[in-house]
């Protein structure tokens, strides 16, 4: 194992005391328990938004703490869910006096403890509503879940609930709106190589040089299939096919289209299955309204990508061009 680390057990908090120094403008980095809060403080009457996870999908969730995001992010141990004494901490920080709203990805440790921190934070007087992200089509239950698995649409559901909460949505009004962006978002993912956890010190699973796995999920869970590696547009349309089949959108509709880095995969590369993927929905009937392309969630040096889905109405674009100003996502500030 070859990785730019110091030591296995402080990979997270090194890590994480590198990203608040270097963005020390946009967040202030709590080391006991561990977590991260927007640097100026949340405006008065404004509905928070907390989030996080396991460390390792990096820029989420530390990256999207910011103005027209989240005001505080919350990381795990690598690949593992963060626990209460960390979560409470932040979403009172996060409170403002509108209450706070929790997105959790549908992996069963971050809903059991984001749940107990949410009753937690309600007895401290925070009112809490929870959104939870559940858009991967590549499998109904897996090791980590019940239910389908929370991936790359939670960005979009933070950039989407967060601006609504920066306009001055109340707390359930952003809780609907995030509720709606999760509702019409759908998302899959494939492998082309493992990462390897830095505690593990192998590859989280096996792939030969000529495999490839279909609907992979972020911590290297098995996905539909393992075929033989395909060209680009070829393993393109098995990641599109699904999502369409379940979205289920009708020509004439806009959508954005997200295609995410796994962590491992040129930007380049990135752009071949974007260039097809379009091609795609465009034949399908569907407006490509707004994209968005890179490594925004990622399994740390897995080799692959996801591509999401968005259905978009007006407001929903609306919501997704306000400007946000985020150590990793940022425009029209």
Known sequence: MKKLINDPKTVVNESVEGFGQAHADHVTVHPDP??????????????GLVSGGGSGHEPLHAGYVGFGMLDAAVPGAMFTS???????????AANAGAGVVHIVKNYTGDVLNFETAAEMAEAEGVSVRTVLVNDDVAVEDSLYTAGRRG??????????????????????????????????????????????????????????????????GIHGEPGRRRIPMENADAITDHLLEPILADLKPSPGEKVLL????????????????????????????????????????????????????????????ELWDAPVNTPALRWGM
């Open 34 to 47: 561990l977590f991260v809060t927007r640097k100026d403080a949340p405006r008065e009457g404004k509905v």
């Open 82 to 92: 963060p626990t209460p004494d960390a979560i409470i901490p932040a979403t009172i």
């Open 151 to 216: 991936v790359a649409g939670t960005v979009l559901v933070e950039k989407i609930a967060g601006a609504a909460a920066e306009r001055g949505d109340n707390l359930d009004a952003v809780a609907a709106i995030g509720q709606r962006v999760v509702d019409n978002v759908r998302s899959m993912g494939v492998a082309l190589s493992a990462c390897t956890v830095p505690h593990a010190g192998v590859p989280s699973f096996e792939l030969a040089d000529n495999e490839i796995e279909i609907g992979i």
């Open 258 to 317: 997200f295609v995410n880095g796994m962590g491992g995969t040129p930007t380049s590369e990135l752009y071949i299955v974007y260039r097809h993927a379009a091609k795609v929905l465009e034949t399908a009937g569907l407006v490509v309204e707004r994209s968005l392309v890179g490594n925004y969630i990622t399994a740390l040096e897995m080799q692959g990508c996801s591509i999401s889905v968005l259905r978009l109405d007006d407001e929903m674009t």
